[in-house]
């Protein structure tokens, strides 16, 4: 039987928490059976070996990015409900695996979210009040989010196994490397703008934003040293207070 | 209007309740990022009725982390309650000064790192749970009970997280003294060299774009006219 919208609707909810039970062994599957639940209970109504089958078949490992589980969930429940031979599914599945973790990894960890983090902390370092710098971050970021959630789950159950041609077309990657490029240069800017407040009063002006700036261009060319370094830098700070007047 | 001035059982009780609910946003359900230090941390402020002092920590908090990206089964700090935490003792301390804020701060890197430790046990917990496939296919309201248990218990880990840390770190805030003189402006150059550290060691962990560099020092740049503009 062909699940409907309310069916939709619950494994789209269900897939907010998709790494609930995220583990070492099995990944996200668990997450991803439980987001596919509501569908392969319509899909397989009437049937329960064949549900029963479906149910193990996701159980098994499975990891992808979890705003993009959705298409994973749609895709897959598109294939139970063509009955496409199990052996095609689970090939299929470890195929979307990968392929969906590095798409994801890269346009929402790497490039939207420090975007829009970025974005709100200029906002707070200009002068902008603490609730609307967070919520500076959180509706366009939760914008993105929730878009791409829903946008996946419709994709994947109309492309089933063209999945993969969706995501290559989508232009998701172009989108990440723009992102990015957006992110280095806000990044620059918060380097100079946040250093500059925190070292507000306390310094002879630009210090603190020269500061900043050194610190940054150091941290970009040896990230790991000078990375490690930043919070033994607020070490430093705390114990600053000890120093005699 | 602020909600509590001074930390009492009842900010102890929203800081704990208010960590599980950042703690289980970060993986669990539902990720739409109020586990993010600068979110966490203005949340943490305001219970102490000071969310700018709150933002002020998890603005800098943020910088740190965000060169650890959740890759994979790559360990990252648990920003959520150690955000929480760090603003509502950054605000606890009567608006203290930069020596304050770094106080705040190292005590919320040091719970975000005991804190994905935590995570890291939560997981082996959640594998357990799910290790029966054949039981849990044959019962899938089983699967749907231990779903939610699963999500539960990382609720449990972040509040009592939160419950743990407040009080020591509220304590070692106030412990500082005011810093005036060299100790002020040493405290507040380290805290800017900080944020700049942090932000420049990002640029790997953001990926390999062209120009990297030209983008960096042209943000640098424009962050530099910015400053001058608002003098």
Redesign the interface.
């Known amino acids: 039987m062909r699940p409907g919208r309310r069916d939709f609707a619950r494994a789209l909810v269900r897939t ?2 998709a ?8 990944y996200t ?3 991803l ?2 987001a596919l ?1 509501p569908l392969l209970h319509r899909i397989h109504a009437g049937d329960p070996v064949a549900f ?2 479906a ?2 078949r996701h ?2 490992p499975f ?1 992808a990015h ?2 993009l589980i959705p298409l994973a969930v749609g895709a897959l429940a598109r294939l139970e409900h063509e009955r496409e031979e199990p052996g095609r599914i689970e090939r299929f599945r470890t195929a979307l695996s990968s392929s969906l ?1 590095a798409v994801g ?2 346009l929402v ?3 939207w ?2 975007f829009c ?1 970025l974005l ?2 200029l906002g ?4 902008l ?3 609307a ?2 919520l500076l ?2 509706i366009p ?2 914008a993105g ?1 929730v878009t791409l959630r829903v946008w996946g789950l419709r994709r994947g159950w109309s492309a089933g196994l063209r999945v993969g041609a969706v995501v290559s077309g989508s232009g998701l990657r172009r989108m ?2 723009w992102l ?2 957006a ?17 507000d ?3 002879p ?5 020269a ?11 040896w ?2 040293l ?2 490690a ?3 033994a ?6 114990l ?6 | 209007m602020p909600w509590h001035a001074e930390p009492d059982f009842w900010s102890w009780v929203l800081v704990s309740l208010l960590g599980g609910l950042t703690g289980v946003d970060a993986v669990s359900w539902p990720q739409v990022m109020v586990s993010r230090p600068i979110v966490s941390a203005t949340i943490g402020g305001a219970v102490m009725g000071r969310p700018a002092a709150g933002l002020l920590a998890g603005a800098l908090l943020e910088l740190l982390a965000l060169r650890h990206q959740p890759f994979g089964a790559a360990r990252y700090p648990d920003t959520g309650p150690a955000g929480v935490v760090a603003g509502a003792a950054y605000a606890a301390s009567g608006g203290g000064g930069a020596a304050a804020l770094a106080t705040a701060a190292v005590m919320g890197w040091a719970l975000g790192w005991i804190g994905a430790r935590t995570v890291h046990v939560q997981r082996a917990v959640s594998g357990h749970l799910l290790a029966d496939v054949e039981v849990l296919a044959a019962e899938p309201r089983r699967l749907e009970r231990r779903q939610r248990l699963a999500v539960g218990l990382d609720f449990a880990r972040g509040a009592l997280l939160g419950a743990t840390f407040l009080v020591p770190a509220v304590l070692a805030v106030r412990l500082v003294p005011a810093a005036h003189g060299a100790g002020g402006a040493a405290a507040a150059a380290a805290l800017a060299a900080a944020a700049g550290a942090g932000a420049g060691a990002s640029v790997g962990a953001l990926g390999r774009a062209r120009g990297r560099w030209w983008l960096l020092a042209a943000g640098a740049a424009l962050g530099g006219l910015t400053v001058w503009g608002l003098a």
């Open positions: 907010l928490g790494q609930g039970t995220w583990n070492y062994r099995s599957a668990g997450g059976t439980y639940l029963r089958a149910v193990e159980l098994r990891n979890p705003y973790g990894d890269r960890w790497q490039a979210r420090p983090l709100a902390i707070f370092s200009l002068g009040g603490p609730w710098a967070v971050f959180l970021y939760n989010h990440a490397r990015t490029a992110d280095l240069l806000l990044l620059g800017t918060v380097a100079v703008t946040l250093a500059d407040r925190l070292a009063g306390a310094l002006a630009w210090t603190g934003a500061a900043g700036a050194a610190a940054a261009a150091a941290g970009a060319s990230p790991g000078v990375g370094s930043a919070a830098l607020v070490v430093v700070g705390a600053a207070a000890w120093i005699p007047r």
